[in-house]
């Protein structure tokens, strides 16, 4: 069965491509600042929002156009594989990403739905031998099912923190047979709604007895992925502990986790969190924490997570300048965890939204590479701080000036400070290498 027969496979042709079919910009095999696209950018398909999205809205039930969903059960499941697959050999994408109740229905208890993921891990992993795609990264739902209305590990009742823990066992056994390069925790509903019947300090605990347990069995199975967690502010929760790259990294420094976590940035968390894609990212290289990234963008008129998909230049430009500045990912990538609007129902919509965000990165990239190799911003960070160079300035950074010897400095000199910080030219630099970069 053939779930996308108006699609042969999606190809490279070039920017005055009229073909919507087609690749514009992303040309896999293009060398870039030493590598491939392919190998810069390590795209990955979303499993939950490209196939098993119905389109229900608080407002509206499901409306999406997809063949698969005739089926149900296990069939249903097995054949969301066959299309996924399907899908990642037409976009030439290399990766994929899921949630374990992506992938195979819950049943009754914990047992019968570790028996469902037996049967879909065992054809996933055929797959993948067949066809070389790759697991970018798997993670648990712990936010979906009503038994984590008051979360998962920081959850009142032990007995859902149990219930918990045997998910994220079982995931990481499905992590290690299909050999996936990260495994990523997303606190969906690890934060709380109001402090008048929490326990914050006794929640966060919770949460890092959880994390470290994974760690511990990961070592038990041999597991040697790279152990993520997303950041997001709220929604569902009012506030989430994992709110942003910095809180999350306090987080994991204070429980002695930060040596086996690195962070998973959303663009879409980012602007929730009332900060830029760019701010995220930077935070988290700066601080050797930059793992991979979830790829998508915000409505600024519209206060939730709407997980559109990537096509901003301005964003996916800096995003790729702070990746680059990164040294590239070592076993992260671009995962769309994007999905198409609700208006946009169709299986081809599917194939539109990925182009588009597969483009707009493979830009990005070509813009922040001429970028760094012309030092336009690194020149301009220089000349803004070369005080520091010498003098009053290099006591400073060395450590050798105290606050009387700054003092005696500069207690009888007048001191203003009128230099531009050339913001404006700067963004004028941006604009016209976004125009002209071929």
């Given at each position: 069965?053939?779930?996308?027969p108006?699609?042969?496979?999606?190809?490279f042709?070039?920017a005055?491509?009229?073909?919507?079919?087609?690749?514009?910009?992303?040309?896999?095999?293009?060398?870039?600042?030493?590598?491939?696209?392919?190998?810069?950018?390590?795209?990955?398909?979303?499993?939950?929002?490209?196939?098993?999205?119905?389109?229900?809205?608080?407002?509206?039930?499901?409306?999406?156009?997809?063949?698969?969903?005739?089926?149900?059960?296990?069939?249903?499941?097995?054949?969301?594989?066959?299309?996924?697959?399907?899908?990642?050999?037409?976009?030439?994408?290399?990766?994929f990403?899921?949630?374990?109740?992506d992938?195979?229905?819950?049943?009754?208890?914990?047992?019968?739905?570790?028996?469902?993921?037996?049967?879909?891990?065992?054809?996933?992993?055929?797959?993948?031998?067949?066809?070389?795609?790759?697991?970018?990264?798997?993670?648990?739902?712990?936010?979906?099912?009503?038994?984590?209305?008051?979360?998962?590990?920081?959850s009142?009742?032990?007995?859902?923190?149990a219930?918990?823990?045997?998910?994220?066992k079982?995931?990481?056994?499905?992590?290690?047979e299909?050999?996936?390069?990260?495994?990523v925790?997303?606190?969906?509903?690890?934060g709380?709604?109001?402090?008048?019947?929490?326990?914050l300090?006794?929640?966060?605990?919770?949460?890092?007895?959880?994390?470290?347990?994974?760690?511990d069995?990961a070592?038990?199975?041999?597991?040697?992925?790279?152990?993520l967690?997303?950041?997001?502010?709220?929604?569902?929760?009012?506030?989430?502990?994992?709110?942003?790259?910095?809180?999350?990294l306090?987080?994991?420094?204070?429980?002695?986790?930060?040596?086996?976590?690195?962070?998973?940035?959303?663009?879409?968390?980012?602007?929730?969190?009332?900060?830029?894609?760019?701010?995220?990212?930077?935070?988290?290289?700066?601080?050797?924490?930059?793992?991979?990234?979830?790829?998508?963008?915000?409505?600024?008129?519209?206060?939730?997570?709407?997980?559109?998909?990537?096509?901003?230049?301005?964003?996916?430009?800096?995003?790729?300048?702070?990746?680059?500045?990164?040294?590239?990912?070592?076993?992260?990538?671009?995962?769309?965890?994007?999905?198409?609007?609700?208006?946009?129902?169709?299986?081809?919509?599917?194939?539109?939204?990925?182009?588009?965000?597969?483009?707009?990165?493979?830009?990005?990239?070509?813009?922040?590479?001429?970028?760094?190799?012309?030092?336009?911003?690194?020149?301009?960070?220089?000349?803004?701080?070369?005080?520091?160079?010498?003098?009053?300035?290099?006591?400073?950074?060395?450590?050798?000036?105290?606050?009387a010897?700054?003092?005696?400095?500069i207690?009888?000199?007048?001191?203003?400070?009128?230099?531009?910080?050339y913001?404006?030219?700067?963004?004028?630099?941006?604009?016209?290498?976004?125009?002209?970069?071929?």
């Amino acid at each position: 069965m053939e779930f996308f027969p108006e699609v042969k496979e999606i190809s490279f042709e070039d920017a005055i491509s009229t073909n919507p079919l087609a690749f514009k910009y992303y040309h896999p095999d293009e060398i870039v600042f030493g590598k491939t696209m392919k190998d810069h950018l390590r795209f990955a398909v979303s499993y939950w929002h490209t196939f098993t999205l119905a389109g229900n809205d608080p407002f509206g039930m499901g409306n999406m156009q997809r063949s698969w969903n005739s089926f149900s059960g296990l069939d249903l499941a097995k054949k969301r594989v066959e299309a996924a697959f399907e899908f990642f050999q037409k976009m030439h994408v290399g990766y994929f990403c899921f949630h374990d109740r992506d992938i195979a229905p819950e049943g009754a208890t914990l047992r019968e739905s570790n028996r469902n993921l037996d049967v879909i891990v065992t054809m996933i992993k055929e797959y993948m031998q067949s066809t070389g795609i790759k697991l970018l990264w798997n993670t648990q739902n712990l936010f979906s099912h009503p038994r984590f209305a008051h979360g998962a590990a920081t959850s009142p009742d032990a007995r859902v923190f149990a219930y918990a823990a045997g998910q994220v066992k079982k995931s990481l056994e499905i992590a290690k047979e299909l050999g996936a390069e990260n495994y990523v925790f997303w606190g969906g509903r690890e934060g709380y709604e109001t402090l008048l019947n929490t326990d914050l300090k006794f929640e966060m605990d919770n949460y890092a007895r959880l994390l470290q347990m994974a760690c511990d069995y990961a070592d038990d199975i041999g597991y040697r992925g790279q152990f993520l967690i997303e950041p997001k502010p709220k929604e569902p929760t009012k506030h989430q502990y994992d709110f942003d790259a910095a809180s999350t990294l306090a987080f994991l420094k204070t429980y002695g986790l930060d040596l086996r976590f690195k962070l998973n940035i959303e663009a879409n968390h980012a602007t929730l969190a009332g900060h830029t894609f760019e701010h995220e990212l930077r935070y988290s290289r700066v601080h050797g924490m930059l793992g991979s990234v979830d790829a998508n963008q915000g409505d600024p008129l519209l206060g939730w997570d709407t997980d559109e998909f990537p096509t901003n230049l301005y964003s996916t430009t800096l995003a790729m300048y702070e990746i680059l500045k990164n040294g590239g990912f070592q076993t992260g990538g671009l995962n769309f965890d994007a999905k198409v609007r609700r208006t946009s129902m169709t299986p081809l919509d599917l194939f539109y939204g990925h182009i588009a965000g597969m483009d707009s990165f493979a830009r990005g990239l070509k813009v922040a590479a001429s970028l760094i190799k012309d030092k336009v911003f690194e020149e301009a960070i220089a000349k803004r701080y070369q005080s520091y160079q010498s003098g009053m300035g290099q006591d400073i950074i060395q450590g050798r000036a105290t606050l009387a010897s700054l003092e005696e400095k500069i207690l009888d000199e007048p001191v203003d400070s009128f230099e531009s910080g050339y913001q404006e030219l700067l963004l004028s630099r941006l604009n016209q290498y976004l125009l002209e970069v071929k």
